[in-house]
């Protein structure tokens, strides 16, 4: 699986972006997708997933803001994000999982995108 991220750029605060992360190879094996993000300094934290089945979860600071969603036809995942705050600045990068059943059980992989900059500025 290849992840590809597009979308992030320099806003004001208040302004709007939306994120995309483009998948491809396997794209039949994800289970669910995840939006994280790590400001300088900080560590990388969890921002929305969804999953296969379209359930979603969101972090609590960006609950009401973000708003994560798939089209399965293009293989995308989008992450909508409005009223933008400073804090919010950080590389934003999209993570796949995978579920592989083996003989001795279900193994997890991930996979990474190269990430893409958000900058709110005040």
């Known amino acids: 699986v290849q992840l590809v991220e597009s979308g992030g750029g320099l806003v004001q605060t208040g302004g709007s972006l939306r994120l995309s992360c483009a998948a491809s190879?396997?794209?039949?094996?994800?289970?669910?997708t995840t939006w994280y993000r790590q400001a300088p300094g900080a560590q990388r934290e969890l921002v929305a997933s969804?999953?296969?089945?379209?359930?979603?979860n969101y972090a609590d600071s960006v609950k009401g803001r973000f708003t994560i969603s798939r089209d399965n036809a293009e293989d995308t995942v989008y992450l909508q994000m409005n009223s933008l705050k400073p804090e919010d600045t950080a590389v934003y990068l999209c993570?796949?999982?995978?579920?592989?059943?083996?003989?001795?059980?279900?193994?997890?992989?991930?996979?990474w995108g190269q990430g893409t900059q958000v900058t709110v500025s005040s």
């Open positions: 993570n796949a999982r995978v579920i592989v059943v083996t003989i001795e059980g279900p193994n997890e992989l991930l996979y």
């Open positions: 969804i999953s296969k089945s379209g359930n979603t």
């Open positions: 190879g396997s794209t039949y094996a994800i289970d669910t």
